[in-house]
């Protein structure tokens, strides 16, 4: 907008002027008129009208100073006249250039020498020409010329706001190209006016207040004329009559009034006087005083339209003389039937009247109060009696002028609006809303009730909830029934087809005849709520007992309400109707039929009109309930309009009538409605953009107001007000980025309710890690100058805020002693005063001045404040909004509380981790195969620490670099700072830990390597002794070359041989017998052969892990101990788990035994329970991880087997299973022990079997000797054949590089699988939730029961099964060829390394002229890292003399080695160290694995230790699946903890307590509750209801258990689909 004015108007100053009016016909008038334009810069806009969308928008501050210049000061009259200060009128304007003159400028004449020259000066009043200079711009010209220039709109803004500060308004404007007579009718319609007439009724007064439009009004209206010059100014006569303390018409005395005034002569304005109903008032009833301003006779066509619409006519005459100009005008009026009242200037008589109704007074030698006064009593004197009323909306039937409401688009609107309102004449108001809007009446309200009746659940919660959940789209679908009444057919209709324009009109044409239809009846209906509500008041003063009548009167004021409630009828019910029709079909997903309304677009109607700064309802203030749907597609839609902006939120609070609504629409020109009688219901949401100036100094786009229904509101008074309250402070203060808190007065009592709500709202959003900042504002003070009292003020509002935060702690259980405790306050800069709105008694006074200036410094803080803020996107904004309403809907805020947003950003942030720790895996696993290969080369024989995280150090620095750019740049950096610090210090662990792992297997191969040497030295005596008979034999044999048979039988005849030669004195290492040491240990510990044997032979123990009930494993349980083991239902709190007592109970349990001893059994399946059941599976689960724990740190592998290392697990098993005997109240059968333990012996037998099997072929002389046969027939062959040293040799290193390529080559490509599998599956490349998610589609689609209880029971394990499956699919199916790509591309690199190593060795032995031996060496070192190359003894080669042959050999060789290797199958790197899916077993399995301590399902943390942060996962289960059933049946669980701790059920937190807690506490039941953070789901949870319809029968085998009685499966659940329940995973994952 500045830019406009800021345009520089002299380059095409032709071209520009042709545009605003043809040279050549230019008037002196209109050429002054384009002077006047162009120096305030607006010579285009008469032309591109200014719109409210320039200036409805944040700028920079109002300049307040007087340093402005001509060219901002149409732009600074906007910008004040907006903010309600009436000091826009003038604003002091800097000298721009020498041609601009002020009033305060002073004229300075040349110098003068003598007395008598001066004295001459003195008595000269002419001043020369070179000194006059141009006069600064007269304030009506400045405030007509951006009338002229505006649109309808911003007109209607204009005047609306001139009314507001109680100026005159333009009636009549000449326009200044046509010079056509305008009447700006539309710019009226904004305005309503309040008064109370008092009228003689019986000897006494009686008052009644009126409100109405003043198009509507019907009034007396008391035109003034003047009839040529005069000396007394007739707009100062006529502000004395309305406001002497306020220049109501601007007049020649008042600041900044020069005589060249331009654009004023001819306009003809008007203004109400509204009398408050005191003694005092000037006049009884509302009259309205029109002005027309210049020379009357001058100005025919106006002077005559005034004359006839007005009651009373005054005129200003400077003379009354037969034959002047005046004469015929005033003889025609005299004729006229009309009052008359004529004001002579030079006459100085009193008061006459001439004839009835015609009067005359002299002004001169008179007082301006005299004559005023005088004037007031003649005009109440006339209106008692008879007169003409003047209505505004009889200005469209004058002929001969312009009404602007005739323009086209205008009366578009207009008509469209009629259609819909027609609809509604002659109807009850309040039956309006019933009838033609029926979806957000009863309807709406019962679905709002039975929605948080959601979480207030009781008895059988899952069949309620269902139930409830039926009932709720029973009721959406007698919306849609319902949804289809002709006034929203016809809105819509409007609202589509009807262009940008024609659309605003239609609009506000609506309001304006809703308006006019309710206005009688909501009047009526208020007086009668204000006598009720005086009567209550009353009521509560007397002291005596009233209980019974004061009762009685408040619920009649409860109905009043009602109907109060019923008879509003505004746009905003129709936006909602709109809202309540999407939502009703989007949750039944049905399209209407052709021919109707397409409700789909609703949200993008309602979306065009937030962008353009329509208010929007964000919670119903009716229902006291937010339409999440409608309001996440609202904003959807904007977002698809504008983009994701970012919008800083600011949040109004405070007590209801405030002013709340008027001081967010003085600061930014808004449109919250302040209407009289009514506030604000519910909160609304406005855009308000960022300008282009001020956007730099800002992170974001708009800002976005949440201004609310007034705390406290006395509507809503006895009808839950406080928890209302709280829930609509925490609401709004949660959304806000900042909070304005409203005070209205000083009364430190009224305070407190209101300090209480929001410091506990603050209390909320601190405990959920949400930190919004406050200002609090003080409406309405006395005295704000007063720097001693505002300080006395802010340290009482710092008391109290102090105090109200040690109250809000103990309820919200939170450390707290001061406010500042809570949010960052500082009492000096975040308390503001404002001065008193009105300067003077309403309805006449105009705004204060201060106040404005109030406004203006809230407005800058809050502009300071935001600047430090990135604000959120809207798609956060909407987030924020489900996850508050949610949290809301819950008792428990804090507890419910679940930050969508904060989460997702989690969830990319855990993905990150995982590219981070994976980059640092990977590049470990790298340098682990190098140093590897260089321990098995005997390169090195100790590795340090230090030597690994220097290694690491390259990677590790630029892991940190792109963690700080991440935590820096990402535009999320407000919600991730909170981890950064917990990521650094994970990352920096995760890097410890790897190079701490990997210097544990390096040091394992090294003292391996160490337990070897003595056979590693062997190895090389053997080596030389095999070649050196190979050798010998071979030139025994030459002749024989060519007879293959004959050779291999040779060689084999002599190999035994030399094999027992070379181990003679070297013991054999026996296989072990795993099967027999078994039995051998269990029969030591005192078990029986059978039951051995038996276990053996069914293979049962192979399963004891994946039992579901263990019930058959139990000996006995003893009488004395029934009482405390027995699980009992709690029938009053639906309590599912733990130990009830009951003395009843235990003495029918010895009855029992006494007397029926022999069922004991049926006692034990009745009463062995979900506690006892959950104790043997983790007793299971622990005594399997600490024994193969054990078994592993035996140095197998080193030392080999040794049945003692079974003995030791074995004996500790048994001594486990007695240990827990001891604990619980039942014995376990031998059975249970010898299954364990040869459970274990059977998870231990295959790594025990591999490490022996490994000790072997290290340590095992014959095994050695045995391995090289072929190696050595194939040397003792090429012999044979005549083959050189160097052929010989060449053949050896290619056999040996064909071994240690092949196991290089698997390695590698292990690594790069890994790698290229945990980018590209799906299930890897994102976090743990996204690993969950995929593994439990997987399991749904294969519909595998057994895979399903082994991820119930043992989640870690099922997880590495599917990692396995992935893999396996990964590399043999689905990527087969790129899987051998890699492969070939590992060979092709070993190749070159190879090639490269030959060239370099040979070279070097070349230059030095060095032996075979030196050769050896040099190939070797060069490939020490890379290849595992055994020690060759050149000894039987010192013959070789020619190393380019040698080279030239093993290039042969080595071509056809790696053709070989090329053509590897994938199953070869089973065989080898680096497996890919044991490395992403690694790498995903590294995290939280602890169950939730309701329903078992895992934490989905990727971090293993992710404190402070809270366990959590998205897909919580019926517990039932786990096993949980009621105490003392056989009914399994079908409860969701999701569901449970939204209910108001309890539970007993462990088998042996006592006490129970709240479901909704759970957390304050013991740490291992504390630890969890379980939200309250509305969600369908689909997948796990589907896997219990599904797997029903097989549950119920498993666990011996039944879904009956109070855990029978609801109906509901057998509706889903397993399509649906793959598809809710996706839907959960979102979250």
């Not at 409700?599 to 309930?625: C, F, Q, R, T, V």
Request: charged residues 30%; aromatic residues 10%; contains cysteine.
């Amino acid at each position: 907008m500045r830019s406009s004015l800021d345009t520089d108007v002299r380059g095409n100053q032709i071209k520009k002027s042709q545009k605003f009016l043809k040279e050549n016909r230019k008037t002196p008038y209109q050429r002054k008129t384009e002077t006047l334009f162009c120096r305030l810069h607006l010579q285009e806009k008469h032309q591109q009208k200014l719109s409210p969308a320039d200036y409805l928008k944040v700028g920079p501050a109002v300049k307040q100073d007087y340093n402005i210049s001509e060219k901002e000061l149409t732009h600074s009259f906007l910008q004040r006249l907006m903010m309600l200060d009436y000091r826009a009128r003038y604003i002091p304007v800097k000298q721009d250039s020498p041609d601009v003159s002020h009033s305060e400028s002073v004229l300075v004449f040349g110098a003068v020498e003598k007395d008598d020259d001066d004295l001459d000066a003195l008595f000269s009043t002419r001043v020369d020409p070179d000194q006059s200079k141009q006069s600064h711009v007269h304030p009506m010209d400045v405030q007509m010329a951006v009338f002229h220039c505006s649109d309808s709109f911003l007109k209607q803004n204009i005047i609306t706001k001139l009314s507001q500060c109680q100026y005159a308004l333009p009636l009549l404007v000449p326009d200044p190209v046509t010079m056509n007579i305008d009447c700006p009718l539309w710019t009226f319609r904004q305005i309503t006016k309040t008064w109370k007439k008092t009228e003689i009724k019986e000897n006494s007064n009686t008052v009644t207040m009126k409100s109405m439009s003043i198009c509507k009004a019907e009034t007396a209206m008391v035109s003034f004329l003047r009839l040529g010059s005069l000396s007394v100014s007739k707009s100062q006569l006529m502000n004395t009559l309305i406001n002497d303390r306020h220049s109501t018409f601007f007049h020649r005395n008042c600041p900044g009034s020069t005589k060249s005034r331009h654009l004023m002569d001819g306009v003809a304005e008007i203004a109400w006087y509204c009398p408050a109903g005191k003694p005092n008032d000037a006049f009884t009833d509302c009259i309205a005083f029109c002005n027309l301003h210049g020379d009357a006779l001058t100005i025919a066509k106006q002077r005559d339209i005034l004359t006839d619409k007005s009651s009373v006519n005054v005129v200003l005459v400077p003379t009354l003389e037969k034959g002047d100009k005046s004469t015929a005008v005033i003889s025609a009026l005299l004729k006229s039937p009309k009052p008359l009242i004529v004001l002579i200037d030079d006459e100085n008589c009193k008061v006459v009247e001439k004839k009835q109704g015609k009067y005359t007074m002299g002004l001169k030698d008179r007082s301006q109060s005299d004559v005023s006064e005088e004037l007031k009593r003649i005009i109440r004197r006339i209106l008692s009696g008879p007169h003409e009323s003047f209505r505004l909306e009889t200005m469209a039937e004058v002929s001969g002028i312009r009404v602007d409401e005739d323009d086209e688009v205008c009366q578009n609107g207009k008509s469209a609006a009629m259609k819909v309102v027609n609809l509604l004449q002659g109807m009850d108001v309040s039956k309006i809303k019933e009838t033609f809007l029926p979806c957000q009446g009863q309807l709406w309200h019962d679905w709002c009730k039975k929605n948080k009746e959601l979480y207030h659940l009781k008895e059988n919660i899952e069949k309620e909830k269902c139930q409830k959940q039926k009932q709720l789209m029973q009721i959406r679908q007698k919306q849609i029934a319902a949804s289809s009444s002709k006034l929203m057919k016809l809105f819509i209709e409007s609202l589509s087809s009807l262009p940008s324009k024609d659309k605003e009109y239609f609009l506000e044409w609506t309001q304006i005849l809703i308006d006019a239809l309710s206005t009688d009846d909501v009047s009526s209906i208020h007086k009668s709520y204000d006598k009720k509500w005086s009567d209550i008041l009353a009521l509560k003063k007397k002291k005596h007992d009233k209980s019974d009548l004061l009762s009685s009167k408040q619920t009649e004021l409860e109905n009043i309400s009602t109907k109060l409630q019923s008879a509003t009828f505004g746009l905003e019910h129709i936006f909602r109707e709109m809202g309540q029709i999407y939502e009703a079909h989007a949750s039944l997903q049905k399209q209407t039929k052709r021919g109707k309304t397409d409700w789909s677009k609703y949200p993008e109607l309602a979306a065009e009109l937030m962008i353009s700064g329509h208010p929007m309802e964000l919670m119903d203030g009716d229902a006291g309930h937010v339409p999440l749907t409608w309001i996440s597609s609202l904003l959807d839609e904007v977002i698809k309009k504008l983009g994701d902006k970012r919008v800083f939120v600011l949040s109004v609070l405070g007590v209801q009538s405030s002013g709340k609504s008027t001081m967010l629409n003085a600061m930014f020109g808004l449109q919250f409605a302040v209407s009289a009688g009514r506030c604000t219901k519910g909160a609304f949401m406005q855009l308000v953009k960022v300008s282009e100036e001020i956007k730099k100094d800002f992170q974001f786009d708009y800002i976005l107001v949440v201004d609310t229904e007034g705390l406290r509101a006395l509507e809503l008074a006895g009808n839950d007000t406080l928890h209302h309250d709280n829930e609509l402070a925490t609401f709004v203060v949660g959304l806000g980025n900042m909070t304005l808190i409203n005070i209205f007065g000083e009364n430190p009592a009224e305070m407190q309710d209101v300090l209480q709500i929001v410091v506990q709202a603050f209390m909320r959003m601190k405990k959920v890690k949400l930190s919004p900042s406050c200002v609090f504002v003080h409406q309405n003070v006395t005295d704000i100058a007063a720097a001693e009292k505002n300080m006395d003020g802010k340290r009482r509002l710092q008391e109290k805020l102090d105090q109200m935060a040690r109250l809000a702690a103990k309820e919200e259980v939170c450390n707290a002693e001061c406010f500042s405790d809570i949010i960052a306050f500082d009492v000096q800069k975040d308390v503001k005063y404002f001065a008193q709105l009105w300067e003077g008694s309403p309805p006449m006074a105009p705004p204060n001045p201060g106040y404005s200036e109030s406004v203006q410094e809230l407005k800058t803080t809050i502009l300071s404040k935001a600047s430090q803020s990135a604000g959120i996107t809207l798609s956060q904004f909407k987030s924020k909004i489900q996850d508050l309403w949610n949290a809301l809907l819950n008792e428990n805020f804090v507890f419910s509380f679940k930050n969508t947003l904060e989460i997702a950003v989690y969830r990319k942030l855990e993905v990150q981790y995982g590219n981070w720790t994976w980059a640092l895996r990977s590049n470990m696993l790298t340098i682990e195969n190098q140093l590897y290969t260089r321990i098995e080369n005997g390169k090195s024989d100790k590795v340090e620490i230090n030597y690994l995280h220097e290694e690491m150090n390259e990677t590790f620095g630029e892991i940190k670099k792109a963690m700080t750019a991440y935590f820096d740049d990402d535009r999320e950096k407000e919600i991730l700072v909170q981890w950064q610090g917990q990521f650094e210090s994970k990352i920096k662990d995760f890097l410890d830990e790897q190079v701490s792992e990997v210097k544990r297997k390096l040091d394992e191969v090294i003292e391996q390597k160490n337990a070897c040497k003595e056979l590693d030295d062997k190895k090389t005596e053997f080596e030389n002794k095999l070649l050196q008979k190979s050798k010998e034999l071979a030139h025994q044999l030459k002749d024989k070359a060519e007879d293959e048979e004959e050779l291999e039988n040779h060689f084999n005849s002599v190999w035994s041989g030399w094999v027992h030669e070379l181990t003679a004195d070297t013991k054999p290492i026996e296989d072990i017998n795993y099967d027999k040491d078994q039995t051998t240990i269990l029969q030591e510990l005192g078990f029986e052969w059978s039951l051995i044997h038996e276990s053996k032979c069914s293979g049962r123990y192979k399963k004891i892990s994946q039992v579901g009930n263990f019930i058959d494993y139990v000996a006995f349980i003893k009488p004395q101990d029934l009482c405390s083991t027995g699980q009992q239902y709690n029938e009053g709190e639906g309590d599912t788990r733990g130990q009830g007592k009951s003395a009843a109970k235990v003495e029918k349990i010895f009855e029992y035994f006494s007397e029926k001893t022999a069922k004991i059994g049926n006692y034990i399946k009745s009463y062995f329970q979900y506690e006892e059941q959950q104790q043997i599976r983790s007793l299971i689960d622990d005594v399997e991880k600490h024994s193969i724990d054990a078994i592993k740190c035996k140095p197998v592998a080193t030392r080999g087997y040794s049945p003692t290392y079974l003995q030791e697990v074995a004996k500790n098993v048994k001594e486990r299973v007695k240990d827990f005997e001891t604990m619980w109240k039942f014995a376990l059968k031998k059975e249970f022990t010898v299954d364990l333990i040869l459970y274990v012996f059977c998870r231990a037998g295959s790594w025990i079997s591999e490490s022996h099997k490994k000790f072997k072929i290290n340590n095992d002389a014959i095994t050695c000797v045995e391995s090289k046969k072929m190696q050595y027939y194939n040397i003792f062959r090429s012999f044979c054949k005549g083959n050189s040293s160097a052929f010989v040799l060449g053949e050896l290193i290619c056999e040996k590089l064909k071994s240690s390529t092949v196991e290089a080559v698997c390695n590698k490509t292990a690594i790069d699988l890994a790698g290229e599998m945990k980018c590209n599956i799906p299930a890897f490349n994102g976090n743990r939730l996204n690993l969950e998610k995929h593994l439990l589609k997987s399991l749904a689609e294969k519909e595998d029961f057994d895979g399903f209880i082994t991820y119930i029971r043992h989640p870690q394990k099922q997880v590495r099964t599917f990692i396995r499956e992935e893999v396996q699919k990964y590399i043999f199916t689905e990527n087969k060829d790129k899987a051998m790509n890699i492969l070939k591309k590992n060979v092709e690199d070993i190749n070159k390394l190879v090639n490269q190593a030959l060239f370099a060795a040979t070279e070097k032995v070349k230059t030095q002229k060095g032996d075979p031996d030196m050769w050896v060496e040099e190939f070797s070192n060069l490939l020490k890292d890379e290849l595992t190359f055994d020690t060759i003894s050149c000894q039987n080669f010192s013959d070789i003399n020619s190393y380019d042959f040698l080279k030239e050999q093993i290039e042969k060789g080595l071509a056809s080695v790696m053709i070989e290797v090329s053509s590897l199958s994938l199953d070869e790197m089973e065989k080898f160290r680096m497996k890919p899916d044991e490395i992403l077993i690694d790498q995903l399995c590294n995290c939280c694995w602890v169950k939730c301590p309701f329903c078992a399902a895992v934490c989905t943390n990727t971090l293993k230790d992710h404190s402070p942060d809270k366990h959590n996962v998205p897909f919580h289960r019926p517990s039932g699946i786990e096993g949980w059933h009621t105490r003392g049946t056989v009914e399994l669980v079908t409860f969701f903890c999701t569901t449970l701790v939204a209910s108001e059920r309890k539970f007993y937190p462990s088998h042996d307590s006592d006490e129970t807690f709240p479901y909704k506490q759970y957390q304050s039941a013991g740490d291992k509750y504390a630890t969890w953070e379980i939200t309250p789901d509305a969600s369908k949870l689909t997948y796990w209801k589907w896997f219990v319809c599904r797997f029903q029968k097989q549950l119920e085998e498993y666990y011996k258990k039944k879904f009956q009685g109070r855990g029978e499966i609801p109906s509901e659940w057998r509706n889903h689909s397993k399509q649906e329940a793959i598809e809710s995973l996706d839907d959960m994952y979102n979250l």
